[in-house]
């Protein structure tokens, strides 16, 4: 299984950035998607998940912002940031599960998110 993040950048607060993950080697459509964001000395948080349009979350830090979405055709799942603040700068994972389990057990390699002020 690999799951590939792309994405990250630099960008001014109040700018955007659309993360997107690309998974192979798994049945997509069976496993929820989740982005996770980690920064130095800090434990990896969760950002946002998705299962179906009609199972998702999102952490209170970033919700009204932020949008997950997935396309299960193209086996790939993205997040979309908006208005963001330099608290969000971190590395950011997606990350999968299979439906039903409590754990993500496959994850992508990261990606930078710089938000400067």
């Known amino acids: 299984v690999q799951l590939q993040a792309s994405g990250g950048g630099l960008v001014q607060a109040g700018g955007s950035l659309r993360l997107s993950c690309a998974a192979s080697?798994?049945?997509?459509?069976?496993?929820?998607m989740a982005w996770f964001r980690q920064t130095p000395g800090k434990e990896r948080q969760i950002v946002a998940s998705i299962y179906n349009r009609f199972a998702t979350f999102y952490a209170d830090s970033i919700k009204g912002r932020f949008t997950i979405s997935r396309d299960n055709p193209k086996n790939s799942v993205h997040l979309q940031m908006n208005t963001l603040k330099p608290e969000d700068t971190a590395v950011y994972y997606c990350?999968?599960?299979?439906?039903?389990?409590?754990?993500?057990?496959?994850w992508g390699q990261g990606t930078l998110v710089t938000v400067s002020s």
């Open positions: 990350a999968a599960k299979f439906r039903g389990t409590s754990d993500y057990v496959y």
């Open positions: 080697g798994l049945t997509f459509g069976n496993y929820v």
